[in-house]
């Protein structure tokens, strides 16, 4: 092998040619390192910034200090260009540095509006240093003729610039963060899903993105549903018919705000008479839930089971009244005294296709128990062959968790349970005990039979229903898991589990 040529050995050991080897280098390995490392991509351009830094001296060149370099023309122009790459690389490496901190503290979007604005002042910084110290350009002139620029620019733009500035004073003051739920005058509600420059981004209940300029938020009032806690208070209003009392209407409905899922037990859920008169009793159900999206799944729960309560004990809900007219009598009807079977079943969509014959044989086969708070009503591993029907009081069902019970449901007045077993064959996880003292119907499975024969939309109700509860039970054992059974697959295993059972077809 021959020997190197003189010029290319020169060339080796030129400072300012190892210098431009070095920032090229550099550029291509951080540039790979980037996606797949950030801090070692960081550390590969500070360490090529310091070997620029360090070949740039060995050469007799100090990028902070304007001077005329020795030699000729083209070495002119290469020691002029590695000075405007050394202050680029060193704004470079400011930014990377200051990416790196917001990756590392763990709220990168959050961070991204200032990280942005300092950015833009490193980078204008780099740039007024290469004027002065490269170009050897009177700063004062720029300045001055810069300042006449940015105010056309300023009077041209004033409403962008507006939102830019309220996104800045936003950021800094930070009365929301990304994943907070706000409300923004009452009239623009949901969670906040981005914020940058010019507006904050809101994904609203209907799933829908209301972008709001950054200027309207900082005139705006914006209340954080998220922040001290993302615990949200909210309550519903039931109207009665006077006939069931006050005191009774509330421990009703208070039985109600016990046996729901839904909702916090810290603080307390409260009902409350808000007014009284011939034609009604006004109850508010005051409660708490973990999040604001969790607003109408429990206020939907507590309807359905106020629904099913007041079916259960014979009670009315009031009529509207109009204006315009007083509100008729009902006609006289004969009716089943209250809480007997057949006003069990007439709360139950599930039987709502039965005929009132039917109602009334079934209700002969249906089997009254009692149980005292804390009495197990089902144990671990039993496999129930009947239909529970909730006429007083509340229970909890629990599954175990690793050795420990952990409560999955409650299942209140009017609320059924043993499904499981019952149409599938399959034990308890759990046990499912009395929480309050409870009254208890039962429907065997040898008198649900001939009903699911003869009306299989009662089995296809009781599939979809099985199947949501054992999703909702799933959900609240495992909050982690992001992938499950689909609901519809799920209660189409169910749907052929009951027909297998009940020999349907």
């Not at 300012?16 to 991509?41: D, M």
Request: glycine letters at 8%; aromatic letters at 6%.
């Amino acid at each position: 092998m021959s020997p190197p040529t003189p010029s290319i050995a020169a060339l080796a050991t030129d400072p300012l040619a190892l210098a431009a080897a070095t920032i090229v280098g550099g550029w291509f390995v951080a540039h790979y390192l980037r996606p797949r490392n950030h801090l070692a991509s960081v550390l590969v351009q500070l360490l090529a910034f310091i070997g620029v830094t360090g070949f740039l001296f060995s050469a007799g060149v100090v990028p902070y200090h304007p001077a005329s370099p020795a030699g000729g023309e083209s070495r002119r122009l290469i020691v002029g260009a590695l000075e405007i790459v050394w202050w680029l690389a060193l704004a470079w490496l400011a930014t990377g540095a200051m990416r790196t901190i917001r990756l590392l503290s763990r709220r990168p979007r959050e961070a991204k509006l200032v990280q942005d604005l300092v950015a833009a002042i490193i980078y204008l910084t780099a740039a007024f240093a290469i004027v002065g110290n490269v170009f050897d350009f009177p700063l004062k002139g720029l300045l001055a003729t810069s300042g006449v620029v940015a105010i056309v620019i300023g009077l041209a733009l004033q409403s962008s610039l507006g939102d830019v500035f309220s996104g800045i004073v936003l950021n800094i003051e930070r009365p929301y963060r990304v994943g907070d739920w706000i409300v923004i005058d009452d009239a623009v509600q949901g969670r906040v899903i981005e914020t940058n420059w010019r507006a904050t981004h809101i994904l609203n209940k209907n799933q829908d993105v209301a972008i709001v300029p950054n200027s309207v938020i900082a005139k705006a009032r914006v209340v954080n549903c998220s922040s001290p806690t993302k615990n949200h208070a909210s309550a519903i209003r039931v109207k009665l018919d006077p006939d069931i009392g006050p005191v009774a209407g509330r421990n009703l409905l208070k039985e109600v705000l016990l046996g729901s899922s839904h909702i916090l037990r810290t603080p307390a859920p409260a009902v409350t008479v808000k007014d009284i008169s011939a034609e009604m009793i006004d109850f508010e159900l005051a409660f708490s839930v973990a999040d604001m999206a969790d607003v109408d799944l429990a206020a939907n729960d507590l309807f359905d089971q106020v629904f099913r309560a007041t079916a259960a004990v014979g009670a009315r809900f009031a009529p509207r009244l109009s204006a315009a007219a007083p509100a008729a009598a009902p006609p006289a009807e004969e009716e089943a005294p209250r809480g007997t079977p057949q006003r069990l079943l007439a709360g139950i969509s599930l039987f709502s296709t039965l005929s009132a014959e039917e109602k009334a044989a079934l209700a002969q086969e249906m089997k009254r128990h009692a149980y005292k708070a804390g009495e197990v009503v089902l144990p671990a591993g039993a496999v129930s062959q009947v239909l529970h029907i909730v006429s007083k009081g509340v229970l909890v069902a629990t599954a175990q968790v690793k050795g420990e019970a952990v409560e999955v449901t409650r299942v209140g007045r009017g609320g059924y349970f043993g499904e499981i077993g019952l149409l599938t064959g399959e034990a308890l996880n759990g046990e499912i005990k009395a929480l309050t003292p409870v009254v208890i119907y039962e429907i065997a499975k040898e008198a649900l039979s001939p009903l699911l024969k003869a009306r299989p939309g009662m089995a296809e109700e009781l599939s979809e229903s099985l199947a949501i509860r054992r999703l909702a039970n799933k959900a609240v054992l495992d909050r982690t898991q992001d992938e499950g059974p689909h609901p519809e697959a799920l209660a189409d295993r169910v749907a052929a589990n009951i027909k297998r059972l009940f020999e349907l077809r």
